[in-house]
T-cell receptor, first 118, second 117 residues
Framework: AQSVTQPDIHITVSEGASLELRCNYS??????LFWYVQSPGQGLQLLLK??????LVQGIKGFEAEFKRSQSSFNLRKPSVHWSDAAEYFCAVGVRVGITGGGNKLTFGTGTQLKVEL | DGGITQSPKYLFRKEGQNVTLSCEQN?????MYWYRQDPGQGLRLIYYSQIVNDFQKGDIAEGYSVSREKKESFPLTVTSAQKNPTAFYLC????????????????FGNGTRLTVT
């Protein structure tokens, strides 16, 4: 079965500093990988996704992530953090539901809570 | 605007009562999902549906039931058999047909916080 590990439960960075959130996955086939962000009491918003091709993926809000198959990792990065980036971040791996379609079942990590110091 | 609507945002129930959470989408998505979120545990899949009148159990289906009578709607019932129902419940949808569905992201509603006392 697939699994996702986010080793950092909490991370605090200063505004303007760079950010890297770690994500490791376990899945037997080529993974579909996603990063989502969640503000308190809200749903999840997609930041970016990877399914094939270029291993460096650009997302919204200035985020990027790099897929490294040899390390089973999909770390999220941002060069300069803004106070509004404070939120919880979830990494997820997608599993095909059906042979000819049917969508994705996502398995999520436990999340990383980001705090930004002004 | 297209999206997913979950209602109500907050729900309070007494122990032993069944309660139904609403989820409606106007994105014309075939697939719909219910996740449960608890602090420190991430999101766990309760049920999912690929198409109308069909649904499958996820990882933690015990104590829950769903129906999918319309493409737009996927209500979740939390029954009295669910031992620890207090949680934040998230509904999602995605493109559910065709090869593009494999990497299509899930779109989430804003959740319903259920408190059972």
């Amino acid at each position: 079965a697939q699994s996702v590990t986010q080793p950092d439960i909490h991370i605090t960075v200063s505004e303007g500093a760079s950010l890297e959130l770690r994500c490791n996955y376990s899945y037997g086939a080529t993974p579909y990988l996603f990063w989502y962000v969640q503000s308190p009491g809200q749903g999840l918003q997609l930041l970016l996704k990877y399914f094939s091709g270029d291993t460096l993926v650009q997302g919204i809000k200035g985020f990027e992530a790099e897929f490294k198959r040899s390390q089973s990792s999909f770390n999220l990065r941002k060069p300069s953090v803004h106070w509004s980036d404070a939120a919880e971040y979830f990494c997820a791996v997608g599993v095909r539901v059906g042979i000819t379609g049917g969508g994705n079942k996502l398995t999520f990590g436990t999340g990383t809570q980001l705090k930004v110091e002004l | 605007d297209g999206g997913i609507t979950q209602s109500p945002k907050y729900l309070f129930r007494k122990e032993g009562q069944n309660v139904t959470l609403s989820c409606e989408q106007n994105l014309n998505h075939d697939a719909m999902y219910w996740y449960r979120q608890d602090p420190g545990q991430g999101l766990r899949l309760i049920y999912y549906s690929q198409i109308v009148n069909d649904f499958q159990k996820g990882d933690i289906a015990e104590g829950y039931s769903v129906s999918r009578e319309k493409k737009e709607s996927f209500p979740l019932t939390v029954t009295s058999a669910q031992k620890n129902p207090t949680a934040f419940y998230l509904c999602a949808s995605s493109i559910g047909s065709g090869r593009s569905s494999y990497n299509s992201p899930l779109h989430f509603g804003n959740g319903t916080r259920l408190t059972v006392t």
